[in-house]
């Protein structure tokens, strides 16, 4: 199960950052995407059959490209759209991901993304480890998606 | 013939990702207008003739169900074409969404995906006609 989320998730973050981004996502990381030290966090929680966090982490200094990428312009936008730019991705990647963790019927609240400042506990509980984390490599950066359940996946 | 969109989205970064995508489109565009709940939705469809609305659901002060249940009760607007442009991926919801007598397109989307749900909601003859819809609404045959 954890395998089939996980794969639904690294999905999820392709497409989006595919298509409104216009970043080309890799799986295999090369040692630059590898190394590259986080500088956004994004997050979105969500309610329903499954309750939880989806945390997305921009690492390599990908976000400033991806953002400006996303809204068309040439130039990064500023530090507020840049937020609100990776508080979308977080959002659509998390509304892609939810049918894989409770099937396509299944309704779920998803809340108004949010930004963590470094240090902050990833998820409320900081005892709780991600039921699924992905790396997608993202030009000289990635970006780490971390799937957080209240409860555990069978 | 060029149509005039009201783009509503709590999200300034996911207006002009829309708009982006809608210049990307192909579609003849008059005026755009943006609006950030709806509210501000409903004072520019009151101040202004708009042809296409496309809405987001989960928005502050007024969201867009409650949005275009008032946009369809208004014999002024009751036959603007809508498109919701969501997240959403419960096919609950989005039947929900569909029997409203709207559009639906789900993000991320490309500019032929909004391209193909616009032409579908207005009407407009597309002339490049051998293009396949990933789209789905109501009473279309997709």
Redesign the interface.
């Given at each position: 199960m954890t395998d089939q989320i996980a794969k639904a998730l690294y999905r999820a973050a392709a497409?989006?950052f595919e298509?409104?981004g216009f970043m080309f996502p890799s799986s295999d990381l090369d040692p630059l995407q590898k190394y590259a030290t986080p500088d956004a966090l994004g997050y979105v929680d969500f309610e329903g059959p499954r309750t939880g966090r989806l945390v997305v982490r921009m690492c390599g200094g990908v976000l400033p490209v991806l953002?400006a990428n996303?809204?068309?312009?040439l130039e990064p936008?500023d530090q507020r759209?840049q937020r609100?730019?990776l508080?979308?991705i977080a959002?659509?990647i998390?509304?892609?991901l939810?049918?894989a963790l409770a099937g396509?019927?299944?309704?779920?609240q998803?809340r108004?993304p949010g930004a963590l400042a470094p240090g902050e506990p990833l998820f409320p509980d900081p005892d709780m480890k991600p039921a699924a984390e992905v790396q997608v490599g993202l030009e000289e950066g990635r970006a780490d998606l971390l799937l957080y359940l209240t409860e555990p996946l069978e | 013939m060029a149509l005039n969109v009201l783009v509503v989205d709590d999200s300034a970064v996911m207006r002009a990702i829309v708009i982006k995508t809608l210049h990307l489109s192909g579609v003849a565009l008059g005026q755009i207008y943006e609006a950030k709940d709806g509210e501000q939705a409903l004072r520019v469809l009151d101040e202004n003739w708009v042809d296409l609305a496309l809405i987001d659901i989960n928005m502050p002060v007024l969201d867009g169900m409650d949005l275009i249940e008032r946009v369809r009760q208004n014999p002024e607007t009751s036959d603007l074409s809508i498109i919701v442009v969501s997240t959403e991926s419960s096919e609950t919801r989005i039947e929900k969404v569909q029997r409203r007598g709207v559009a639906f397109v789900h993000k991320p989307f490309t500019p032929e995906t909004l391209r193909q749900a616009i032409l579908r909601a207005t009407g407009v003859i597309d002339d490049r006609s051998d293009s396949k819809s990933p789209v789905s609404g109501s009473g279309y045959d997709f």
């Amino acid at each position: 199960m954890t395998d089939q989320i996980a794969k639904a998730l690294y999905r999820a973050a392709a497409m989006t950052f595919e298509e409104l981004g216009f970043m080309f996502p890799s799986s295999d990381l090369d040692p630059l995407q590898k190394y590259a030290t986080p500088d956004a966090l994004g997050y979105v929680d969500f309610e329903g059959p499954r309750t939880g966090r989806l945390v997305v982490r921009m690492c390599g200094g990908v976000l400033p490209v991806l953002a400006a990428n996303m809204m068309g312009e040439l130039e990064p936008p500023d530090q507020r759209l840049q937020r609100d730019a990776l508080g979308e991705i977080a959002n659509i990647i998390c509304g892609n991901l939810l049918p894989a963790l409770a099937g396509p019927k299944e309704v779920f609240q998803l809340r108004t993304p949010g930004a963590l400042a470094p240090g902050e506990p990833l998820f409320p509980d900081p005892d709780m480890k991600p039921a699924a984390e992905v790396q997608v490599g993202l030009e000289e950066g990635r970006a780490d998606l971390l799937l957080y359940l209240t409860e555990p996946l069978e | 013939m060029a149509l005039n969109v009201l783009v509503v989205d709590d999200s300034a970064v996911m207006r002009a990702i829309v708009i982006k995508t809608l210049h990307l489109s192909g579609v003849a565009l008059g005026q755009i207008y943006e609006a950030k709940d709806g509210e501000q939705a409903l004072r520019v469809l009151d101040e202004n003739w708009v042809d296409l609305a496309l809405i987001d659901i989960n928005m502050p002060v007024l969201d867009g169900m409650d949005l275009i249940e008032r946009v369809r009760q208004n014999p002024e607007t009751s036959d603007l074409s809508i498109i919701v442009v969501s997240t959403e991926s419960s096919e609950t919801r989005i039947e929900k969404v569909q029997r409203r007598g709207v559009a639906f397109v789900h993000k991320p989307f490309t500019p032929e995906t909004l391209r193909q749900a616009i032409l579908r909601a207005t009407g407009v003859i597309d002339d490049r006609s051998d293009s396949k819809s990933p789209v789905s609404g109501s009473g279309y045959d997709f």
